[in-house]
């Protein structure tokens, strides 16, 4: 990953950092030829300037015992989008949200126990909102490149 407007030094930590947050300020100096103190100061400075915002365990759900993964395509009225927006970002089942190209289109990454949890979630959210034109959920049956979450 690179992300632009920063030095080299810092790519290279966030680099480090989003293959194994839990890298300790050695551990990243060693890799980088920089000080504990110097990737300490660079790390606190991008939190600071809003380019990290958090650290998080990627959870592996196939290998997370009664865990599945499914994909909800939503597609809503101008008036309604976000408040479903905000109903899929408030659901426990929601992993991941984004708001894609399209006209009022959302996606969201979802986790359910199985098929029948799935399938109550998705009528469940339509139900809930008179806004959603269209809505389709898929399960993920095996992650051929990547994670679950996007990195």
Do not use: W
């Amino acid at each position: 990953m690179k992300v632009n407007g920063i030095d080299e030094k810092d790519n290279q930590i966030i680099d480090i950092l989003s293959k194994d947050a839990r890298a300790s300020y050695s551990d990243i100096g060693s890799r980088i030829g920089l000080s504990r103190t110097a990737v300490k100061n660079r790390i606190q400075g991008l939190e600071e300037d809003g380019i990290i915002v958090g650290y998080k365990a990627v959870i592996k759900s196939r290998e997370a015992s009664g865990t599945m993964a499914f994909l909800v395509n939503i597609e809503t009225s101008p008036e309604a989008f976000e408040f479903v927006k905000e109903l899929f970002k408030a659901a426990d089942e929601t992993v991941t949200l984004f708001q894609t190209t399209g006209k009022c289109h959302l996606t969201a990454v979802c986790l359910s126990k199985d098929m029948n949890s799935m399938r109550a979630f998705v009528t469940g959210m339509y139900k809930a909102s008179e806004g959603i034109s269209y809505i389709n959920a898929n399960a993920i049956m095996d992650v051929v490149k990547g994670g679950i979450v996007p990195e």
